[in-house]
């Protein structure tokens, strides 16, 4: 069997890591594009571009952290640059999709301030103890969230 | 003489427990695997970033990589695009005791410049889906859990 360990990840160099960051940055617009929240044409007139113009932002390799915040609030979305220790300092399985942190930012409940955090941490720490006691999953919904600590969240689309 | 097909995993990837990606090689049509060896900068990455968002379990932007489940003579094929550069495959479950575990055997590259995918690659990759030869070949890479024994003493 072949075996993949211990091989640099193809994001070792800069400018490899940024392109696929920048790629799953735009993957999450364009997922949003595919879903039909917004089109094209609307993009493009927030943008006060063309559509060709437009399609030349989707390229991840043309992508600066201004024309990023520029796409994701014409998309009526906005950008975080998240820095994270997921153990891996050699790099070898590259990075963490961006749409996984903002998956596990819903599913929490998508707090604002560390207040919310801490408050939202806490009862699912207890959701965890009823799911090991009970063998299922339990449902709360507080301030207007349906959030759940047992289920995973929706496949990406 | 038939061919002697080969199959090599992508390299400088996240190792998966659920999905994979590799080259079915080997024969004359098989030319995925070494048009991908030639892609540098842009291209390679582009490539490569779609790569991983499936690894990681995305199913999309379309734009990008997609199945073609809706199609039923292509319910197996899978492609990977950037520009017109096309990487087509077919998805297989290549670990008959994890059927969890999907693997996308890349086939055939192909330039597009028309909207729709060209039906004859389709087809082809179709045909490379069912060949038992090919079959085997990708299924040889995956070594079965060998049983556990006891784990205490009597």
Known sequence: MEKLKNVAHWTDTTINFTHRIAADFLAQVENKIEQGDIKRSELAERLGRSPGRVSQMFNAGNITLQSAVRLARAACMKVALVAYDDGDPENQNGPINSEIFYQCWRQIGSPETFFELAELSEPIEHIGWLHEAGNRGVEIDSKGFQKSAINRAPPIN | ?154
């Not at chain 2, 998805?91 to 575990?101: A, E, G, I, T, V």
């Open chain 2, 1 to 154: 003489m038939p061919p002697t097909l080969t199959f090599r995993l992508l390299s400088k990837c996240r190792a998966s427990t659920r999905r994979g990606i590799g080259f079915l090689e080997g024969h004359g049509e098989l030319n995925a695997g070494a048009i991908f060896e030639t892609f540098t900068g842009t291209v390679e990455r582009e490539f490569r970033s779609s790569m991983d968002q499936w690894l990681d379990g995305a199913n999309g932007p379309s734009r990008r990589f997609h199945n073609f489940k809706s199609d039923k003579d292509h319910r197996n094929c899978f492609v990977f695009k950037h520009k017109q550069h096309r990487l087509y495959g077919f998805l297989c479950h290549p670990k008959y005791w994890d059927n969890s575990f999907q693997l996308c055997s890349l086939c055939i590259y192909a330039t597009k410049n028309e909207f729709e995918s060209d039906r004859a690659e389709l087809d082809r990759v179709e045909q490379w889906c069912h060949n038992l030869g090919a079959g085997g070949t990708i299924s040889r890479i995956y070594i079965p859990p060998q049983p556990r024994g006891p784990t205490w003493k009597n």
